[in-house]
């Protein structure tokens, strides 16, 4: 009998998702690398495939051109995800215990989605009014400056008035332009996640709205009502779909978080990022949230596992630091979440090691680095990013009481290119704790 498990790939816009899933799916085909994958260390795995995908609507997954992309000549990084796509890997296992020689083998599926990071955002609007998620957003915006434009004319509007399809469509354009400079800032929070990456639904009112303050009346047909209307049209026939048909059925979870990008860009990028990572699972809460909660009652995500990723910015002395500061940005969502039932983790990981180790020597202090190639020069650079406290609170703390600037430090981050690498038969690229991470995910299936 054939067994099959749907591995959730989670996390926001840059995370690491892409770069994860083929680096698990590459390791996985060629295991050398996978000492901490039990199943394999105890030689159980008999063989590992890809199989046609279970769902015939989806795109695959483009395994072959990011694995391509990733370990060709001048390897680079893949593009940033616009679309959903599946992969289907298949593990063909020994029987093991005392009656192993009487069994035959079996079979495993593992069911992997990648989708844009931006979609993720929207489980967050789920349980949100369009009154609370107006408010909400035009507070938050006030003090962005790349959104003046659009809080200015968000401020003027009466929404009171009759509803004006010329308005509509200007202050979605204006909301559309804010979202568009929030992420190429570097932002976290660009919802609603769909404004920025329509694919077929460019133009179409439910992706023409934008927040606005309530007046203090709001009559039929007017502008305010009509945004509502489509704000709930959004929910309803945008998010919860994605959600039903892809986020319901899963039952293993890994959330994948670049705090490392967080850190460096400073205190208010961490703050953003531990709010959005809280609502995004606070929607997983019980009984908050009727239909959700329906979708997730009757199948419980068993293993989660929070992954920070690209820990090959760092000399291993630091990451159980990382691991450490992940652990501490998920602690309130992990509590708000129903998660019970659930065994979780924390780890830091590199899909794709870029660098090499190496120390250097400043003021006569010998200080843990590594090496990489960089992007924008193509040269090799030794970076030494900073001390991360191993206290967790020294960062989450200023951070969360909305400190400018971090105190006494400051976090260097460069951008390597994936480094060149000459596999060896049997061998996938190289990685940090990515045998752990499948381990803790899907090991006791194996
Ligand atoms: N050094 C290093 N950089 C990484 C690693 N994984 C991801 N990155 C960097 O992070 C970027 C984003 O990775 P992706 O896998 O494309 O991120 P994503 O989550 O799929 O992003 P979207 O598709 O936009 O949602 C890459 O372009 C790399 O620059 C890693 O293991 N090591
Ligand atoms: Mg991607």
Not at 158 to 167: I, P
Not at 174 to 183: G, Q
């Amino acid at each position: 009998m054939d067994d099959s498990l749907r591995l959730g790939v989670t996390g926001l816009s840059r995370a690491g998702k892409t770069v994860f899933i083929t680096a698990l799916v590459a390791n996985l085909l060629q295991r050398g690398r996978m000492p901490q994958l039990k199943a394999h260390a105890e030689g159980r795995i008999e063989a590992v495939y890809l199989q046609p995908q279970p769902d015939v609507t989806l795109p695959r997954f483009d395994y072959e051109a990011h694995m391509a992309a990733l370990t060709g000549d001048t390897p680079r990084w893949p593009a940033s995800t616009r679309a959903i796509s599946e992969l289907r890997l298949s593990f063909r296992i020994r029987p093991s215990g005392l009656f192993a020689g009487w069994r035959s083998t079996r079979t495993l599926h593992l069911d992997i989605v990648d989708y844009p990071g931006e979609w993720l955002l929207d489980l967050g609007l789920l349980d949100q009014s369009y009154d609370d998620w107006s408010e909400a957003t035009l507070t938050r915006l006030a003090k962005r400056s790349e959104a003046a434009d659009f809080v200015a004319r968000a401020r003027a509007e009466d929404g009171a008035l009759r509803l004006d399809e010329d308005r509509i469509r200007a202050l979605s354009d204006s909301f559309t332009a804010y979202l568009a400079a929030a992420r190429d800032l570097g932002r976290v929070d660009v919802t609603p996640g769909r404004f920025l990456l329509p694919g077929d639904l460019a133009g179409s009112p439910v992706l023409t709205f934008a927040p606005l303050p309530k007046p203090a009346h709001t009559p039929r047909a007017s502008l305010w009502r009509e945004m509502e209307r489509r704000y709930e049209a959004y929910k309803a026939r945008v998010v919860r779909p994605f959600f039903r048909d892809h986020f319901a059925k899963i039952d293993r979870q890994i959330v994948l978080m670049d705090v490392l990008g967080a850190i460096h860009q400073g205190p208010r990028a961490v703050e953003d990022l531990r709010r959005t990572m809280a609502e995004v699972l606070g929607s997983f809460r019980p009984g908050r949230n009727s239909w959700l909660s329906g979708l997730f009652g009757g199948k419980r995500v068993e293993r989660i596992l929070f992954a920070a990723t690209k820990a090959d910015h760092l000399h291993h002395e630091q990451h159980a630091a990382l691991t450490a500061i992940t652990a501490s940005l998920l602690a309130e969502a992990k509590s708000r979440a129903d998660f019970s039932g659930a065994r979780t983790a924390a780890m830091s990981l590199a899909s794709l090691r870029a660098t090499v180790e190496e120390t250097v020597t400043r003021d006569g202090e010998v200080l843990p680095a590594v090496k990489g190639t960089l992007i924008a020069t193509g040269k090799p650079s030794v970076m030494y990013p900073g001390r991360l406290p191993a206290d967790p609170a020294r960062l989450v703390s200023p951070a969360r009481e909305g400190a400018e600037a971090w105190l006494d430090a400051d976090y260097q981050l460069m951008t390597f290119a994936p480094a060149r690498v000459t596999l060896k038969p049997g061998e996938g690229p190289p990685h940090i704790r990515l045998d752990r991470a499948i381990d803790f995910l899907i090991g006791d299936r194996l």
